[in-house]
């Protein structure tokens, strides 16, 4: 049996910062995303009958050809199996030969996590001759640890609901991804590795002493995003966004010990879009837990912005997505 699936990172308007529970990954609040047309994995898995073998080869965007992963790649790949094994009451193994590339750079700031987790729940789910829910997909590519794949799973844009337990913290799709025609533009103004990944920082998000005006802000805020999205009111959309960033920053600037992402190149960009906007194109930022910036903006302003971003000397370059499908069988 072989297989090859591709799937989006996704870009959050409403952060997903901490978590309830660890083990299950299930979050203190809900999130909203939308996918990207220029960043996904595609993941190729040969299965093969003796579970001895576990391979997993990887071709970086940069790279021309594939390489064998690290004990470390391999190692997160063989516990995510293990999960899905029992996730799904699976008793007999398999072996398993897997590819996998990124459309995108790996130092870019975009979470392959996302994308790769999210193609390897269903490359799995198919090797053991499951064909789960979409639903059920998104829990177990929630359950590889990198939360956020459970996002990249529905189509467009995507709502996760934080659940009381395991079984109903999922995300589904709000709209397709022709609903909105709205873009995500990435500055790539850092290519450094970050030191602090989201797994340690989601452990201190709740030690800010914000955290809770954060939960409370986002009780406010998540049903305002919707409406706004659900009108296409892009000013009121971009502006909730934007102060959203803002709000999930503060968290991790002040949880213990502090997280500080930002480069001058973030203020010098967020400088720029303020610009931008007071001449009259309306882009809002959002930013992940990195000196990368997102430019949200709309599809019939991208071409122009593209160009003045472009030409900021902090950007190395920029990625443009439009809104796309989920995880799915090529
Ligand atoms: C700041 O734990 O899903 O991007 O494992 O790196 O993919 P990775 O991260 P994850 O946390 C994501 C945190 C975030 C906000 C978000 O995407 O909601």
Redesign the pocket.
Known sequence: MKITVVSPA???FI???GQRESNLVLPCND?F?MNLSACTTTLEMERVEDPIIQEMQIKLFEKEHYEPATEAQLGKVTAFYKTAKIFLHETKDFGFRIKSSNSFPMKAGI?S??SFFSALALAFSKAFNRDLPEKELSILARLS?????C?SVPDGFVWWHKGENSPDSFAESIAASDYWDIADLVLVVSTEEKKT???E??GGAQTSEFFNDRMDYLELTLPQIKDAFQKKDFTKFGTIVEEESYN?VNILNTQKPPLNYWTDGTLQCIKEIHNLRKKGTECYFTV??GANLHLICQKKDMGKLESHLQAIPTVQYVISNLPTQGTHIL
């Open positions: 996704n870009i959050a952060k997903y910062w999130s995303s979470a996590s996302a640890g990198s939360g956020s794949a996002r990944g989201s797994q920082g989601h999930f992940d837990a």
